[in-house]
């Protein structure tokens, strides 16, 4: 077999027959997944499954610890720093947050709450509050009264991306900033197109899109500065075209 041969093999085995058998699944399957009365549960323990694996590799941590760099700064500034997380999950970002902090974590799905009290650091015990909602309803939280708003790996799966930002910006202070993380669309090629063809099977799955532009949206919302950078996000080898990421900060 020729080289080239071995070469379209290998792509085949990693990225079409995966691919291919999700689409297959979808067919058959999918109608009963997002209804499932155990959705919620299978959801939070494999996002749980994934974080603890995401924090583990030093490329995503030290992102973060650079992301999160400017809390401490200004935890030194402030006797408590009141942090809104949207979709914390189970408490992946709790380690890089200042100990002064005061966290009020906005989450829809109840079922992460086991997860999310294990992965609660003890110096954090009882500045944590778990309160099950929306990005796109945070009425119970005043105008212009918390230090930051943070969004990892959560965005693409919210319903209403120009509300959830426009509720950001409005329970920020002026001049604060809201820190996100996130995965975007490919910027163009074979991997652009996977995501396109299994952007309903994903968003069926797991309540995510594959293939946001998450820049241009966070522009559209008018802070008053953007600070961005494109990094990747370490998946696996079968869905590598969802590696493609944006991290940055916006100031209100």
């Not at 200004?74 to 999950?89: H, P, R």
Request: aromatic fraction near 12%; include cysteine.
């Amino acid at each position: 077999m020729s080289e080239s041969d071995l070469i379209c093999q290998s792509y085949l085995i990693r990225y079409v027959l995966p691919l291919f058998i999700i689409i297959i699944c979808w067919k058959y399957f999918g109608k009963y997944i997002q209804f499932s009365k155990f959705h919620d549960k299978i959801v939070a323990y494999v996002t749980n499954r994934i974080a603890l694996s995401l924090n583990k590799s030093k490329y995503v941590s030290t992102l973060k610890e650079d992301l999160f760099q400017p809390l401490h700064y200004l935890s030194k500034t402030e006797s408590k720093l009141k942090i809104v997380e949207i979709g914390a999950g189970s408490g992946a970002n709790f380690k890089y947050y200042p100990d002064n902090s005061e966290i009020i974590c906005v989450e829809p799905n109840g079922c992460f709450n086991p997860y999310f009290r294990e992965n609660l650091p003890k110096r954090l015990q009882d500045k944590v509050k778990f309160v099950i909602g929306r990005a796109e309803d945070m009425g119970k939280i005043k105008t212009g009264s918390v230090d930051a708003v943070v969004c990892t790996l959560v965005l693409c799966s919210v319903d209403d991306q120009a509300q959830s930002l426009a509720e950001i910006k409005r329970i920020l202070k002026p001049g604060r900033n809201f820190y996100f993380f996130e995965h975007v669309a490919a910027p163009s090629g074979l991997s652009k197109l996977c995501q396109y063809l299994i952007k309903g099977l994903w968003w069926r799955v797991g309540h995510c899109r594959t293939f946001s532009d998450t820049k241009q949206i966070v522009k559209e919302a008018d802070f008053s500065s953007i600070d961005t950078k494109q990094c990747r996000v370490p998946v696996p080898i079968f869905v590598r075209f969802m590696k493609f990421g944006l991290v940055g900060t916006a100031t209100k």
